[in-house]
């Protein structure tokens, strides 16, 4: 199978400059419009991929307006763990985890950045040695998965949890067990894993991808009572652009990390902005 879509050469143009308009370019400035207690301030945002970055900005962006991203992370981390996983072993792999490490170094020595966010579901095994080795350098490490982990377990009752990705499955089951577990609450949940829909995803079918969700979700409720629904990845996060408002969808909360982990992402940050002098307009 040919993992790699053709790319469109209809409006190359378009692309270009659309893309641009979701990333833009990198700069030292503040962002020129937004909120005022997020402009100013700058989160790194290691990511398990390169290709993630387009979601990583497009949602950062929408639920934090007005605070710099910077993005680091690279396709190499994805097929490392692929690998691993493909392999049976240990998934993600020691030296994952090591990277991630480094490159959270350089988000705070290079970027100077207020903030780092873990946004791979599969690297949240990464969490703990990241935090740890930033420890003492006043920026906290925030996991994108886990304030969608601890809504889930607010909820309480019965999830699902839906992933596209094999090697995200271990990863996501165990924060969630973990998450509970923290917080001495029960909560039951089972797994779903929709390789159809990373398949879409992959060849830039992103109405597909929902679609499948979307089918998948429903079946589900139809067959079993659950109380909410976790969408494993951050590029599941898509599923907003088909239908923005889950609840009322799907008659459940359906949880993703984007909504979650970005919103509260802002309220660290607000919160360290009550320390620093806001940028002048």
């Not at 480094?102 to 949240?124: E, F, G």
């Not at 990705?165 to 924060?175: D, E, F, Y």
Request: charged letters at 15%; aromatic letters at 6%; one cysteine or more.
């Amino acid at each position: 199978m040919n993992h790699q879509a053709s790319p469109r050469t209809d409006d190359p143009l378009r692309l270009f400059a659309d893309y641009l308009r979701v990333t833009g370019v990198a700069h030292t400035q503040a962002e020129p419009a937004g909120l005022p207690e997020l402009r100013g301030r700058r989160l790194g945002l290691l990511n398990g991929s390169s290709w993630v970055t387009l979601w990583s900005t497009y949602f950062g962006r929408r639920f934090l307006p007005g605070a710099h991203l910077v993005n680091i992370g690279n396709e190499a981390v994805q097929i490392a763990f692929m690998e691993a996983h493909e392999q049976g072993l240990p998934c993600p792999p020691q030296s994952n985890v090591d990277a991630f490490v480094r490159y959270a170094h350089d988000l705070v020595n290079l970027a100077h950045v207020d903030a780092v966010l873990i946004t791979c579901s599969t690297m949240n095994r990464a969490y703990r040695a990241v935090e740890a080795s930033l420890a003492g350098q006043g920026v906290p490490v925030i996991q994108i998965d886990q304030p969608m982990m601890q809504r889930a377990v607010e909820i309480g009752g019965h999830a699902l949890v839906i992933a596209t990705h094999g090697p995200t499955v271990g990863s996501t089951q165990a924060l969630l067990r973990e998450t509970a577990e923290s917080a001495g609450k029960a909560l039951s949940f089972g797994g779903l894993t929709l390789e159809a829909a990373w398949h879409q995803l992959a060849a830039g079918d992103v109405d597909g991808h929902n679609d499948t969700l979307a089918r998948a979700i429903r079946a589900h409720l139809a067959r079993e009572r659950t109380d909410s629904v976790v969408l494993a990845q951050l590029s599941m996060s898509a599923l907003l652009l088909s239908y923005p408002d889950p609840l009322a969808e799907f008659g459940i909360p359906v949880l993703t990390s984007a909504q979650c982990g970005f919103e509260r992402v802002r309220e660290i940050l607000t919160t360290l902005n009550r320390h620093k002098p806001q940028p002048k307009s």
